[in-house]
């Protein structure tokens, strides 16, 4: 059941929705309520047409109606924090002793989960990268492990000399600083 497909979701299956440790048989019950019965008469998407070029695709043809790509919006929407977790501002003041446009910025977010493979992998690209890194491991969000403890030691301190790990940033603050790296992609900048 749960690597089926989410009607009217695709291409999500049930395993990816965000539980959020409730019931799957709630979960299905809230999904039953967004999808409407009634077809939209235009969407709007926070995205890049070239980031998710099949996924519009499918809306539109599935639908039949505009979808309008209408992202970033964080660029000109003031924000404000929705997660439960703090917010380490020390981040800043060592974003403050770096280069302008030398540190890249990883964060998955607060709803993403990945498995130990995967953010290994994620680990040994940034230490491998010769840059300077900022990256937010939020706690829980390896399957099966409270924050980064699955890593190497040898990793671990590798990592260290060249970046620096947090459990939550003020991300704003952090991609609005003159440190982070900058991708740019047309006009969007």
């Given at each position: 059941?749960?690597?089926?497909?989410?009607?009217?979701?695709?291409?999500?299956?049930?395993?990816?929705l965000?539980?959020l440790?409730?019931?799957i048989?709630?979960?299905?019950?809230?999904?039953?309520?967004?999808?409407?019965?009634?077809?939209?008469?235009?969407?709007l998407?926070?995205?890049l047409?070239?980031?998710?070029?099949?996924?519009?695709?499918?809306?539109?043809?599935?639908y039949?109606?505009?979808?309008?790509?209408?992202?970033?919006?964080?660029?000109i929407?003031?924000?404000r924090?929705?997660?439960?977790n703090?917010?380490?501002?020390?981040?800043?003041?060592w974003?403050?002793?770096?280069?302008?446009?030398s540190v890249?910025?990883?964060?998955?977010?607060?709803?993403?989960?990945v498995?130990?493979?995967?953010?290994?992998?994620?680990?040994?690209?940034?230490?491998?990268?010769?840059?300077?890194?900022l990256w937010?491991?939020?706690?829980?969000?390896?399957?099966?492990f409270?924050?980064?403890?699955?890593?190497?030691?040898?990793?671990?301190?590798?990592l260290k000399?060249?970046?620096?790990?947090?459990?939550?940033?003020?991300?704003?603050?952090?991609?609005?600083?003159?440190?982070?790296?900058?991708?740019?992609?047309?006009?969007?900048?």
């Open positions: 059941m749960l690597q089926e497909i989410v009607p009217e979701l695709h291409p999500m299956r049930y395993k990816d965000p539980l440790g409730i019931p048989e709630q979960t299905f019950e809230t999904i039953n309520l967004i999808i409407t019965k009634k077809p939209p008469s235009a969407f998407w926070n995205t047409e070239f980031l998710e070029p099949k996924g519009l695709t499918y809306i539109r043809d599935h039949q109606v505009p979808v309008f790509s209408v992202g970033p919006l964080q660029k929407i003031p924000t924090s929705t997660s439960f703090k917010e380490d501002t020390s981040c800043i003041s974003l403050d002793k770096q280069a302008p446009r890249v910025y990883v964060s998955l977010g607060s709803v993403a989960n498995d130990e493979k995967v953010s290994t992998e994620m680990a040994w690209g940034l230490a491998n990268s010769n840059q300077p890194f937010v491991v939020r706690p829980g969000s390896v399957q099966g409270e924050w980064f403890e699955f890593l190497p030691e040898g990793l671990v301190s590798q000399m060249r970046g620096l790990i947090v459990k939550w940033a003020p991300q704003k603050e952090v991609l609005a600083h003159s440190a982070v790296s900058e991708l740019c992609v047309e006009d969007w900048c």
